[in-house]
């Protein structure tokens, strides 16, 4: 593969209803062995292709900056957080255990941690390897096989996986990639043998994938959108807060549902820490990225470029003011011209009830918005139907604490921003979904409890 951005690198075929049949067969099969298997047994093979692509993660993430568009530097983050998730989950699988109850008379009872089966993964093109591997770490490490769908902007490293997974010592089939769009995801969430679904996307899509699970009361995963809020004190320190303020905007070309898009700056501050963002912001480099200096490549695709433009557009209409970029960005290399790149944009005299500070963007886009009192801006921050995550910067730590405990949302940070380590459970409330993926708490979504209660007397008989 070569950096051709607006081309097409590859053409897959979409796996329809007998594929996915077969796909599903396949994990099945593999899952009778799989599950049979110890914990350490799991744990062994999983470690395995934790080294493989910690290996090659040079090789990966190059392969993943051309079917996405971000950065290689930050590519290689994604890789690192990928075998890091398996190896985490490899550490878990040889300790999962259910409980014994001593009852009276010798009587006892005990709980099963049992695996659920054939689990159904459907990936966002955000984060493509990275996001199969927060799915199949954990349902793998509990015993389950799992059919994954990547999003067809981004079919390529997840077939990677599939073949290291393979390499690692996996039982054929046991985590099958099929490709396609939602006809293939519709086939996938019906199928009487998917046990279980996890989904990472949009809400309307989050929204008929539970309507569908539904019909097979299957249970679900749900990671969706969001607009979070950046709370941003005087009291902060002014670098770091900065520094957040870009990490929780523009990673990834600021495709990243759990971003700090509202970012509400107490008023005292508001100028300087203004001048400061727009200043950093109109530094980013923007272009190849593949070049390891390079720290925005381009958006997805072309109708996702023009939503964006889009909001701003409807962003200036409403009365808001752009400090900086927005407008379309052409690289000096040739070779570059046909990619979908912009400038990150910032915009200023936001108000709560515009359409870019309400709707979730998408995009490299920064909405700053001032506030008064701390009362104030909680209400402000929460008034909103999503709930993924949220932050705040400040010296006062008993302050930190206390709005991160007023927000609803999954997701906080205190003085850091879009910080996920693979130990910790993510995930959102409210129209940001629910379930939770990595740390502990995602074993409790791959397992069902079996209770066994055993009479060591004789049976007392009412009758």
């Excluded at 993964?121 to 015993?143: E, R």
């Excluded at 309307?204 to 569908?212: A, D, Q, V």
């Excluded at 912001?281 to 023009?306: F, S, V, Y």
């Excluded at 949302?409 to 990595?438: D, Q, T, W």
Aim: proline share 5%; glycine share 10%.
């Amino acid at each position: 593969f070569k950096m051709c951005p607006g081309r097409v690198i590859c053409k897959l075929l979409c796996s329809g209803e007998k594929e996915v049949d077969l796909a599903v067969q396949s994990a099945k099969a593999a899952f009778k062995i799989w599950s049979q298997m110890s914990g350490m047994e799991r744990s062994r093979v999983l470690l395995e292709a934790a080294r493989i692509i910690r290996e090659q993660r040079d090789e990966i993430a190059t392969l993943e900056t051309i079917n996405n568009g971000k950065s290689i530097f930050e590519a290689k983050v994604d890789i690192d957080v990928s075998w890091q998730c398996l190896e985490y989950y490899a550490g878990l699988a040889g300790s999962l255990a259910g409980e014994h109850i001593q009852l009276p008379g010798g009587s006892f009872g005990y709980t099963r941690r049992e695996p659920l089966g054939v689990c159904a993964g459907i990936g966002a093109w955000n984060y493509p390897f990275q996001t199969a591997c927060w799915k199949c770490a954990p349902a793998l490490a509990c015993g389950n096989a799992m059919v994954f769908k990547p999003s067809p902007f981004t079919p390529i490293t997840v077939v990677r996986l599939a073949e290291i997974f393979t390499e690692a010592g996996v039982p054929k089939g046991l985590f099958n990639v099929v490709q396609g769009g939602a006809a293939t995801g519709q086939f996938l969430c019906h199928h009487p043998d998917v046990a279980k679904i996890s989904f990472t996307g949009s809400v309307p899509t989050g929204s008929k994938i539970m309507e569908m699970a539904a019909k097979g009361i299957k249970p679900v995963t749900l990671e969706l959108g969001g607009k979070s809020p950046l709370i941003i004190f005087s009291d902060c320190d002014m670098e770091n807060a900065i520094n957040g303020a870009l990490m929780a905007n523009f990673l990834t070309q600021g495709e990243v549902c759990c971003n700090g898009t509202r970012v509400f700056v107490e008023r005292k501050i508001l100028d300087v820490f203004t001048k400061e963002v727009v200043k950093r912001t109109q530094k980013i480099k923007i272009g190849d990225p593949l070049l390891e200096d390079t720290r925005m490549g381009a958006l997805i695709n072309r109708p996702h470029l023009d939503r964006v433009q889009g909001f701003i557009k409807q962003a200036k209409e409403q009365g808001a003011e752009v400090l900086c970029g927005g407008d379309l960005y052409v690289p000096d290399d040739p070779k570059l011209k046909n990619g979908y790149y912009m400038r990150p944009c910032v915009l200023g005299k936001c108000k709560d009830d515009m359409t870019c500070v309400k709707e979730e963007i998408f995009g490299p886009v920064m909405s700053i918005l001032p506030f008064d009192t701390e009362e104030e801006v909680l209400e402000r921050a929460n008034n909103t139907k999503f709930g993924l995550a949220g932050g705040v910067f400040t010296r006062d730590i008993q302050k930190a604490h206390r709005v991160v405990a007023a927000l609803k949302a999954g997701m906080c940070f205190i003085n850091n921003y879009n910080v996920s380590p693979v130990e910790l459970p993510f995930g959102g409330y409210k129209a940001s979904g629910f379930g939770r993926e990595n740390g502990r708490a995602a074993i409790e979504h791959y397992t069902q409890l079996k209770t066994v209660c055993v009479e060591m007397g004789n049976v007392e008989s009412v009758f």
